[in-house]
T-cell receptor, first 113, second 117 residues
Framework: NAGVTQTPKFQVLKTGQSMTLQCAQDMNHEYMSWYRQDPGMGLRLIHYSVGAGITDQGEVPNGYNVSRSTTEDFPLRLLSAAPSQTSVYFC????????????FGPGTRLTVT | AQTVTQSQPEMSVQEAETVTLSCTYDTSESDYYLFWYKQPPSRQMILVIRQEAYKQQNATENRFSVNFQKAAKSFSLKISDSQLGDAAMYFCAYGRDRGSTLGRLYFGRGTQLTVWP
């Protein structure tokens, strides 16, 4: 099992550019989430999904879109990048059992200039 | 909404000594789980320990143990015999396996632990 994979590991964007952060898991988990991590702020939930075709907003959804067409994949789209989106992004998946124990990807460090 | 508070942005400990990291949380639920995650400089999120709220017994994992005080909504992590490899950011988190918040975690802001040789 590869677990949760994320690509790319690093990315630099200019303001206004768009891009997609990829996330995939091979554990057949129903629940997938995107978090962003900023210094002194911990991890904050951007969007999450409780299954294919079902997504919902988290704490900080503005500027991000998601879709979940398959159980395995949960991409995060930045439509028009802003410097405030400079952050480290984590994708996570969970079976929904064990109190929501989550398996995290390695993270993507995004810089928007 | 659930909130998780870590009041110590930074802590330090001498190698082989014991350190305790604090965490408090706010919830109206009676069934939930609490977690401590470790994030070393590699950035990988590593689960250290998990506590079920319905269990009175405190969880332990080798040198890591928790002091879970449900009434006080307190969940501290004790690291015994600290090692250089324990140096990392530690996050406290709250989650449930039922209800509208299933599949998501609420995190504190983290405590940066330094271990001195």
């Amino acid at each position: 099992n590869a677990g949760v994979t994320q690509t790319p590991k690093f990315q630099v964007l200019k303001t206004g550019q768009s891009m997609t952060l990829q996330c995939a898991q091979d554990m057949n988990h129903e629940y997938m989430s995107w978090y962003r991590q900023d210094p002194g702020m911990g991890l904050r939930l951007i969007h999450y999904s409780v299954g294919a075709g079902i997504t919902d907003q988290g704490e900080v959804p503005n500027g991000y879109n998601v879709s979940r067409s398959t159980t395995e994949d949960f991409p995060l789209r930045l439509l028009s990048a802003a410097p405030s989106q400079t952050s480290v992004y984590f994708c996570a998946s969970s079976s929904g059992l064990a109190g929501g124990k989550q398996y995290f990807g390695p993270g993507t460090r995004l810089t928007v200039t | 909404a659930q909130t998780v508070t870590q009041s110590q942005p930074e802590m330090s400990v001498q190698e082989a000594e014991t350190v305790t990291l604090s965490c408090t949380y706010d919830t109206s639920e009676s069934d939930y789980y609490l977690f401590w995650y470790k994030q070393p400089p590699s950035r990988q999120m590593i689960l250290v320990i998990r506590q079920e709220a319905y269990k009175q017994q405190n969880a332990t994992e080798n040198r890591f143990s928790v002091n879970f005080q449900k009434a006080a909504k307190s969940f501290s992590l004790k690291i015994s015999d600290s090692q250089l490899g324990d140096a990392a950011m530690y996050f406290c988190a709250y989650g449930r396996d039922r209800g509208s918040t299933l599949g998501r975690l609420y995190f504190g802001r983290g405590t940066q632990l330094t271990v001195w040789p």
